[in-house]
């Protein structure tokens, strides 16, 4: 999931808050203001940052308190908590371990998700934007040094550092690649995981961050440009470009729609078939971040400490 240091998007959060987008913000069609109902509301610690699903349960990084916490979504309870060295941030899941980034100590750790004890810690020498995990391999993007780190979870240690080049910030592995987000030169890179050679690139509006994948549903979170940006996959090329306001964040594809959360304190759900069908809701500033888990969608308050479920239909 996609994951970033706190300190940092305070910082990026307030300029854009206060800078905005001199883009307009019409849409095709009125905007609904709609909550989703609320499935649950998870107390996990201090700064929520990332999740993950894996063995049955829902998995939360607390960045402000040092852990990992266990969600089980049957009861919607926290079962097991779990510290992890200092300010974690980003996890992603393979066959029975977790991945997290711990951004204080720029390392990676692999926790055994069935005894929660940490197997194997990879120092990464760079702070880590985000981890993700797919073809086999876990990425991770180093957000100074523009490196894109492989790992072969088997072996538990760096099989691959691809130089991307810029600041480097979100990734997503799928819809045929790994795509990296170069913040710092309004940039997408899509990596062959074949090759580990860069096979494409995709210029954005400005400063892009996050992903959303899910089959051939490529998203982009344009932060200083207030927009989402559709990539088509197989050309990568920008295929739809949607106004949400200011700073969109960390974004999700779930129940057939496109979930954006934004600086504002709104949560727009977009109709990824056709982006004229929108709906918004309000929300504390503080949720950043939007990812399905267990059927659901779950927003984390990175500014305090809840968790919420919410029906994504």
Wanted: contains cysteine; charged residues 15%.
């Amino acid at each position: 999931m996609n994951r970033r240091p706190f300190a940092a998007l305070l910082a990026l959060i307030s300029c854009l808050a206060g800078c905005g987008s001199s883009a307009s913000h019409s849409q095709s069609a009125p905007l609904r203001l709609r909550r989703p109902h609320v499935l649950a509301t998870v107390r996990v610690g201090y700064q929520p940052c990332a999740l993950t699903e894996a063995q049955g349960a829902v998995w939360v990084t607390d960045y402000g308190s040092n852990q990992v916490v266990r969600i089980d979504p049957a009861t919607n309870r926290v079962t097991r908590r779990i510290p992890v060295g200092t300010t974690p941030c980003g996890i992603a899941a393979t066959a029975g371990d977790l991945w997290v980034a711990d951004v204080g100590a720029e390392t990676m750790q692999r926790i055994d998700a069935a005894t929660g004890r940490v197997t194997r810690e990879i120092p990464l020498g760079d702070q880590i934007w985000d981890v993700q995990a797919g073809y086999g391999s876990v990425w991770a993007t180093g957000r100074n040094n523009g490196v894109v780190y492989r790992i072969d979870p088997r072996q538990g240690r760096i099989v691959k550092r691809i130089h991307v080049g810029g600041r480097l910030s979100g990734l997503a592995a799928g819809a045929g690649g790994v795509w990296v987000a170069v913040q710092s030169k309004d940039e997408v890179r899509r990596i062959d995981p074949a090759t580990d050679a860069i096979t494409a690139t995709v210029r954005t509006r400005r400063a892009p961050v996050w992903f959303a994948v899910a089959g051939t549903q490529l998203w982009v979170s344009d932060q200083s440009a207030g927009v989402v940006q559709r990539i088509d996959p197989s050309t990568a090329r920008i295929t739809a470009t949607v106004h949400t306001g200011p700073g969109p964040l960390d974004l999700g594809l779930a129940g057939g729609s496109l979930w954006v959360p934004n600086s504002a304190g709104l949560l727009w759900r977009l109709g990824t078939g056709s982006p004229a069908s929108i709906t918004r809701s309000r929300w504390p500033a503080g949720i950043f971040v939007a990812q399905p888990a267990a059927g659901s969608l779950w927003l984390l308050d990175y500014g305090g400490y809840r968790v919420w479920r919410i029906s994504a239909s």
